[in-house]
């Protein structure tokens, strides 16, 4: 079911991101000689509106080809294009996915709510023979307040380590429930696992929707710098947080088990994600077509000299997808 939910999300995904190039060339008149979700073998292929649309065997991206697009296509279609009308082509695939993200994240805080904070701390898991266990804590119990005093961060738990007695204050299955616990010399870790506890308020669909913007909008930076430093540690061979295709299966199959709404923030995530990379200025990415037009606008670069710079961003794709897959691996297998 991992892979089924994977190739789902990843096909969505695709498909938006390659639907935006499409209109935005149709809508300027431009030819697409050919739509694909997914590359490789063709499995299935319908011809409809002078455009062959195709399912291809290889899950992991496609492609819109626009009459015009290749350098030896030079003087048709897109080519023809104003600078404008070229860069909305180019730039229609990362707004698709940015939009998509944007209305799943707004449907989220409608259906599911916003999530916020309490500062109380979920018990996740107890480990065994460790002073948390002794004490009687146990998973899914809500850390309410430690010795008396309401917990304002999650991290505060923590207070109970510093030698004497303590009280540990829990919500249990709805009912209060007040525990001690006494802290000894040599004593190293609490022995619990915890996350923060979210509550969740649902708001109506377009106030959603533009808090859903106001906060991808702000959380954009971060994105920014945690993919271009992850990318940067995977090429020198250092762990990172970038996932490839291995990585994203397994993570794609633990949202399954969370239930819906987790795969909706995941898919929120990827298309996120999605959006940025293709817009870094690697040639074959959009962000690489982009910069070789405005390129061309000031140098007056040949095609041919195009053409190399893109099919050499190809195999550096390749060799970054190589490289974050091996990194999937021996995370999957602890290596």
């Known amino acids: 079911m991992s892979l089924l939910w994977f190739v789902l999300i990843i096909g969505v995904s695709v498909f938006v991101h390659e ?3 499409y209109l935005a060339a149709r809508l300027q008149g431009v030819r697409v000689k050919a739509f694909s979700v997914g590359f490789g073998p063709v499995l299935l292929r319908r011809t409809l509106w002078g455009t062959e649309w195709r399912l291809s065997a290889i899950p992991l991206g496609g492609y819109a080809d626009i009459e015009g697009l290749l350098p030896e296509e030079r003087g048709r279609g ?10 909305l ?11 998509l993200a944007l209305f799943l994240l707004a449907y989220l805080f409608h259906a599911q709510g916003v999530p916020e904070a309490t500062g109380r701390a979920v018990v996740l898991e ?8 002794r004490a009687g ?10 010795d008396g005093k309401p917990l304002q961060r999650p991290q505060e738990v923590n207070r109970v380590k510093t030698p004497g007695p303590h009280t540990l204050t829990l919500l249990r299955e709805g009912k209060e429930v007040t525990l001690s616990l006494v802290w000894e010399e040599g004593y ?12 969740y308020q649902r708001i109506g669909f377009g106030k959603a929707l533009l808090l859903s913007a106001s906060r991808a909008f702000a959380f954009l930076p971060q994105m920014v710098k945690a993919l271009v430093g992850g990318l940067f540690s995977t090429l020198s061979g250092r762990e990172s947080d970038v996932m490839g295709p291995v990585g994203l299966v397994a993570e794609v199959g633990r949202a399954a088990q969370e239930g819906v709404f987790r795969l909706l923030e995941l898919t929120v995530a990827i298309n996120l994600s999605l959006a940025l990379f293709n817009l870094l200025p690697i040639p074959a990415l959009d962000g690489g077509r982009i910069l070789f037009l405005l390129l061309t606008r000031l140098l007056r670069l040949r095609p041919e000299q195009e053409a190399m710079a893109h099919y050499l961003g190809f195999l550096f ?10 990194q999937d691996l021996r995370r999957l297998f602890g290596g």
């Not at 897109?78 to 860069?87: A, S, T, V």
């Not at 107890?126 to 266990?133: G, H, K």
């Not at 190293?188 to 509550?199: D, F, H, I, S, W």
């Open 19 to 21: 639907l935006g190039h």
């Open 78 to 87: 897109y080519d023809r294009l104003p600078l404008l009308g070229k860069l």
């Open 89 to 99: 082509v180019l730039a229609s695939g990362v707004l698709m996915n940015l939009l």
């Open 126 to 133: 107890v480990v065994q023979n460790s002073p948390a266990e």
């Open 137 to 146: 804590l146990k998973p899914k119990d809500v850390i309410l307040a430690v």
């Open 188 to 199: 190293k870790q609490l022995g619990v696992r915890y996350q923060p506890e979210v509550t």
């Open 317 to 326: 794709l390749l060799l970054l997808i190589l490289l974050v897959t091996l």
